[in-house]
């Protein structure tokens, strides 16, 4: 398994992509979230890489630097791809993705005779629901999710996959037994850090021991703050990091 990132950046990043990244393992790629413009981002990581070559999109939550190039996603994969997007998200994610945030863009397609029948969720989607009671899998990959402390409803995860574990905090406070259950059997770590109460502070990261630290990547870190000198490397678009 090996983990390339496709942007860093948190929601108010001047000069840095959102953070996403791709999951590939055993010939399989996994999208874990998708920020506008994913295409470009991917291009720029991987000019070899196009939405067609990703098996299927993991959402964290619906925040616009995870969220914000969903819409974009699904319409690649229905107009250029001819199918339906393979979406892993809790239903709490996935339930108000179209009725609170798609639908209005999304339901109107206009035909050369005229105004198509209303298209649904379910014309876009292949919805695989991520459940906290029981791990789901895609492929190769084996998801487990848990809710994390943020302003609205978000999913920390677990991947399996070739006999290694990645563990992805996604956007949470800092929770100490998030993080446990994160590195419980994980190669790698990837943590978010970010200002406010909704986020990670650096100073908690740095607090950990070195052998944690050694098995971290951080990501979504704000301008401004140097995680170059620091102890845990930044995860970096282009770089792909193996898990294990
Ligand atoms: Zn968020």
Not at 231 to 238: A, E, K, M
């Amino acid at each position: 398994m090996q983990v390339l990132c496709l942007g860093n950046g948190d929601a108010f990043s001047r000069d840095r992509y959102s953070t996403s990244f791709v999951v590939e393992a055993e010939g399989a790629r996994l999208l874990v979230d998708c920020p506008h413009p994913i295409r470009k981002m991917l291009a720029e990581a991987d000019p070899a890489l196009d939405l067609g070559h990703l098996d299927a999109l993991l959402l964290t939550h619906l925040h616009g630097d995870h969220a914000s190039g969903v819409e974009g996603w699904a319409f690649a994969h229905h107009f250029g791809l001819g199918r339906r997007g393979v979406l892993l998200a809790h239903p709490e994610v996935a339930g108000p993705l179209w009725g609170q945030h798609l639908q209005v863009t999304m339901q109107d397609l206009l035909g050369a005779d005229g105004a198509k029948p209303p298209m649904t969720f379910a014309d876009y989607f292949d919805l695989r629901p991520l459940d906290e009671a029981a791990p789901v899998t895609v492929g190769p990959f084996t998801v487990q999710v848990r809710r994390t402390r943020h302003h609205i409803p978000t999913f920390a995860f677990r991947v399996h996959a070739a006999g290694v574990t990645l563990g992805y905090s996604a956007d949470t406070a800092w929770d100490p037994a998030l993080f446990a259950w994160l590195s419980e059997g994980a190669d790698l770590v990837i943590h978010e850090t970010n200002l406010g109460p909704a986020h990670t502070p650096y100073a908690a990261l740095l607090a950990l021991p070195a052998a944690a630290q050694a098995r971290m990547r951080v990501v979504a870190w704000p301008d401004g703050l140097d995680v170059f000198s620091g102890p845990i490397r930044p995860l970096v678009p282009g770089e792909r990091v193996p898990v294990g």
